[in-house]
Structure formats: structure tokens, C-alpha cells
């Protein structure tokens, strides 16, 4: 796996997502300029300053014990250093600092060391870990150590608290007020995806309006013209089928009245069998136009729509299995659906002996699988049985069989209501086919 790959599964999916990051990068960005900015110009300097203060304060009591070392002496530099200066003074008589180099335990320590170095030229050392507030400075003179005890006050400038404070809520201000605008701003692309989305389920999207930003609208207008012009063209093409259709049954039916009454004229039943083919495909052919009907979805019960199905076929005499694994229940175009159905499972009664149904929830979607132990389809066939009017002539009896518009008309419903149908072999040995509907 690649950096960029590796990068790119990092970053959010999601517009939302994507367009906090976009805001926040700059403002983390900012925000560690900041930091550094603050620690090099103000943070380093002002500690260096405080440092040398303190340092030049333990200068001067030092000064003032080694000009007059008497315990008076003593006594005024130590009331001195309490009044003006933060600083505790004592005097340990006799006490000797050991001569062992110590490091500085701190980022404290190390500026106060290189502070005193300037200042104090006499043997000392720091100690800023023994207590949480104070500091400790002792320093060797000729007769004992002076310890000097101030607090961390003077070293350590209360501002860096307020910058950080300031920066990071400042910061958590920003970030609410962008999750909140951008929320807003995501919204009406939701609403065009989930629209879009049931539109291609074939459900009614009549209530959407465009909302939101300029670039959505504009996106939301040009989705309800394709709407509009795509219910338009399905509505003339049902019309043009369903006109043409209709118009030709009044020949047919007279052409059927009219050989009815001759008899014993040769060719006669010939005849006969093709005007009752042709009207066996213009019944095709209204069954296809009806498939792409204005029929609204309404909220379904799929197990009552199967069993109805399964018992319309079994009454006919054939032996199928249904089996229901929940209680199924989606928006569907009831009729439509089950014309879909009726041609996929007559369809594997026609050509064998035990059919199977099951339909069940899996995942997201709903499954219907219909099974059968007949010859099947070839694999190299199975794309070409959904074109209209196509028939196989080697593994399915053309003379059982209708016009070819069974499997187009199954898998246009299906299609209308988002989900898909495909052929695979069955288990049984036949031909299985699959319809997933999403939910």
C-alpha cells in the first residue's frame, strides 16, 4: 500500500467530513504558527527576563551579606529581600555545597542557571523540585550557605496561560460555529441524494424543492427537469405501446370473427394459430407497456404478494416451495411487482419440475431467489434473455414459451423500484434468479 493510498483511506468520505477538514487544517496550522511565534518572541524571552531579575536580586542580597557579614548584616538584607524582593532568606552556618556537578532538572533551572552564571560568581545551586511553588537558591559564602527561597511566581509569566486558554477556545468557537454552518450547508445535498435516490426506487419525489446554496439549487433544478423529462418520455413510449397495442385487437378481432365463420377452407387453422399468436404478443406487449405504468408505490406486504403468486401457479398444478424467513414489508408498486414476479416464477414452472422461493433480508436489501431444477441457461446467455423479445431456441422450448418480454418486463420493474435482477445456476441443478431490493 502506498503513501498516497494509505492517505487517501485516512482522509473522512463524507462531504461534512471533508469540508471540516478543510477548515480546521488551516486553523491547526495557524494555531502551531502561533505557538511558535509566542514561545520565540514572547515565551523565551520573557523567562529570560524573570530569570535574570531573580538572579540579579540574589546578586544584590549576596552583596549586601558579604560587605557586612554580622548577624545585623544579615538580619537587614534578609528584611530587605522579604520586603521588596518575594525572597525568603536564611543562613545555614558551617554548611558546605557538595562539589558534585548537578544538571539542570528543568527548562526552569537551565534559564536560571545561565542567569546566575552572569550574576553570581560564587559557587551555588538550584533546586526547583523539592517544592511545587518555590524555588530554592543556595549559594556558598566563607563561613556557611545564604538560601535563598522565592517563588515560581517570579520565574513563570501567568500570560502563557491566558494565550492558551484564549487560543484554544477561540479555536473550539471557531470549529462549533463552521460544524454548524457547514451542517446547514450539507443538508440540501442530503435531501438531492436521498431524492435522487428514491426517484431511481421509483417512489414519489413530488415534494422536494430546491434549497440550500446557489450551486445546490441549481444542481436540484437540473435533477427535477431530468425528472421531468424522463416520467415524460416513459409516459409516451407506455402511451405510443399501449396505443398501438389497442388499436390493433379490433382487426385481430375481426379477423377471428371472420374465420370462425369459414369452414373447410384450406390453410384454415394455419391461419388460425397465427392470429392467435399475434394476439398472445400484443398481450405481451401490454403487459410491457403496463410494466413502465404511472402505478404509484404504496407500502406492501411482500409475504401476502408472494403467497398470492405461489398459490395463483399452484393451483394450476404445479408443486412450489415458498419460504419466508421475516415478515417483509417495503414501498412497492404492488401490481407491477407481482407481474414481475408471476413471470419469474412462471418462468421456472414452465421449464421445471420443483421451484423454490425464498425472500428474506440481507443486510440492507431485501432478496427474493427463485429456483429451479430445468435445463437452465447457458452463461454466455443469461445477459441476452432480459433483451426484448429474445428466446432461446436450444435450452428452452420456444413453442412453451411467450415472445421473449417476460425477463425484459421482470427486470424493468425491478429496476424501477432501485433494485436488480440477475440469472445464476441454482443449487437444484436449473436456473436460479435473483431479485435484491434495496430498502
Known amino acids: 500500500m502506498t503513501v498516497r493510498t494509505t492517505i487517501k483511506n485516512a482522509l473522512p468520505k463524507s462531504l461534512l467530513g471533508r469540508a471540516l477538514l478543510i477548515i480546521v487544517t488551516p486553523l491547526i496550522l495557524l494555531q502551531v504558527v502561533s505557538g511558535l511565534i509566542f514561545y520565540e518572541t514572547h515565551?523565551?524571552?520573557?523567562?529570560?527576563?524573570?530569570?535574570?531579575?531573580?538572579?540579579?536580586?540574589?546578586?544584590?542580597?549576596?552583596?549586601?551579606?558579604?560587605?557586612?557579614?554580622?548577624?545585623?548584616?544579615?538580619?537587614?538584607?534578609?528584611?530587605?529581600?522579604?520586603?521588596?524582593?518575594?525572597?525568603?532568606?536564611?543562613?545555614?552556618p558551617g554548611a558546605i555545597l557538595s562539589n558534585k556537578a548537578k544538571a539542570p532538572a528543568?527548562?526552569?533551572?537551565?534559564?536560571?542557571?545561565?542567569?546566575?552564571?552572569?550574576?553570581?560568581?560564587?559557587?551555588?545551586?538550584?533546586?526547583?523540585?523539592?517544592?511545587?511553588?518555590?524555588?530554592?537558591?543556595?549559594?556558598?559564602?566563607?563561613?556557611?550557605?545564604?538560601?535563598?527561597?522565592?517563588?515560581?511566581?517570579r520565574l513563570f509569566s501567568t500570560t502563557v496561560y491566558v494565550f492558551v486558554i484564549w487560543m484554544v477556545g477561540t479555536s473550539l468557537i471557531l470549529f462549533g460555529v463552521a460544524t454548524i454552518f457547514m451542517r446547514n450547508q450539507v443538508k440540501p445535498i442530503r435531501r438531492l441524494a436521498r431524492a435522487a435516490e428514491n426517484f431511481g426506487k421509483g417512489r414519489d419525489v413530488s415534494e422536494f424543492k430546491p434549497e440550500g446554496a446557489t450551486e445546490v439549487r441549481q444542481a436540484a433544478q437540473a435533477f427535477m427537469a431530468m425528472r421531468e423529462r424522463i416520467q415524460r418520455q416513459i409516459k409516451q413510449r407506455t402511451?405510443?405501446?399501449?396505443?398501438?397495442?389497442?388499436?390493433?385487437?379490433?382487426?385481430?378481432t375481426r379477423m377471428k370473427l371472420q374465420l370462425a365463420m369459414l369452414k373447410n377452407v384450406n390453410g384454415i387453422e394455419d391461419l388460425s394459430a397465427d392470429v392467435s399468436e399475434m394476439e398472445h404478443m400484443l398481450e405481451g406487449y401490454l403487459a410491457f407497456a403496463r410494466g413502465?405504468?404511472?402505478?404509484?408505490?404504496?407500502?406492501?406486504?411482500?409475504?401476502?404478494?408472494?403467497?398470492?403468486?405461489?398459490?395463483?401457479?399452484?393451483?394450476?398444478?404445479?408443486?412450489?416451495?415458498?419460504?419466508?424467513?421475516?415478515?417483509?414489508?417495503?414501498?412497492?408498486?404492488?401490481?407491477?411487482?407481482k407481474r414481475c414476479v408471476t413471470n419469474l416464477v412462471e418462468n421456472a414452472a414452465r421449464y421445471g419440475q420443483?421451484?423454490?422461493?425464498?425472500?428474506?433480508?440481507?443486510?440492507?436489501?431485501?432478496?427474493?431467489?427463485?429456483?429451479?431444477?430445468?435445463?437452465?441457461?447457458?452463461?454466455?446467455?443469461?445477459?441476452?434473455?432480459?433483451?426484448?423479445?429474445?428466446?432461446?431456441?436450444?435450452?428452452?422450448?420456444?413453442?412453451?414459451?411467450?415472445?421473449?418480454?417476460?425477463?425484459?418486463?421482470?427486470?424493468?420493474?425491478?429496476?424501477?423500484?432501485?433494485?436488480?435482477?440477475?440469472?445464476?445456476?441454482?443449487?437444484?441443478?436449473?436456473?436460479?434468479?435473483r431479485i435484491r431490493l434495496p430498502l
Do not use: C
Open 43 to 92: 515565551w523565551d524571552k520573557i523567562s529570560y527576563r524573570l530569570a535574570r531579575s531573580v538572579a540579579g536580586d540574589v546578586s544584590a542580597i549576596v552583596q549586601l551579606v558579604t560587605e557586612d557579614p554580622s548577624e545585623e548584616g544579615r538580619e537587614r538584607a534578609a528584611a530587605l529581600a522579604g520586603r521588596n524582593m518575594d525572597m525568603f532568606v536564611t543562613f545555614l
Open 106 to 153: 528543568n527548562d526552569l533551572e537551565d534559564m536560571l542557571d545561565g542567569s546566575m552564571q552572569s550574576f553570581v560568581v560564587k559557587p551555588y545551586r538550584l533546586d526547583s523540585e523539592s517544592s511545587d511553588r518555590n524555588v530554592i537558591i543556595d549559594v556558598q559564602l566563607a563561613d556557611g550557605v545564604l538560601r535563598v527561597t522565592t517563588t515560581r511566581k
Open 239 to 252: 402511451d405510443m405501446l399501449s396505443g398501438v397495442s389497442h388499436d390493433l385487437r379490433t382487426p385481430l
Open 292 to 337: 413502465e405504468g404511472t402505478e404509484k408505490p404504496a407500502p406492501t406486504d411482500l409475504g401476502m404478494l408472494l403467497e398470492d403468486v405461489v398459490g395463483q401457479i399452484r393451483r394450476r398444478g404445479r408443486p412450489i416451495d415458498l419460504h419466508l424467513e421475516d415478515k417483509l414489508n417495503l414501498p412497492l408498486r404492488p401490481n407491477a411487482f
Open 354 to 433: 420443483h421451484v423454490s422461493v425464498r425472500a428474506g433480508q440481507r443486510g440492507d436489501a431485501i432478496e427474493i431467489t427463485v429456483d429451479d431444477d430445468g435445463p437452465g441457461i447457458p452463461e454466455d446467455k443469461r445477459a441476452e434473455v432480459f433483451r426484448p423479445f429474445f428466446r432461446l431456441d436450444d435450452s428452452r422450448n420456444p413453442e412453451t414459451g411467450g415472445v421473449g418480454l417476460g425477463l425484459t418486463i421482470a427486470r424493468d420493474v425491478v429496476r424501477s423500484h432501485g433494485g436488480e435482477i440477475v440469472l445464476s445456476e441454482s443449487p437444484a441443478g436449473g436456473l436460479r434468479g
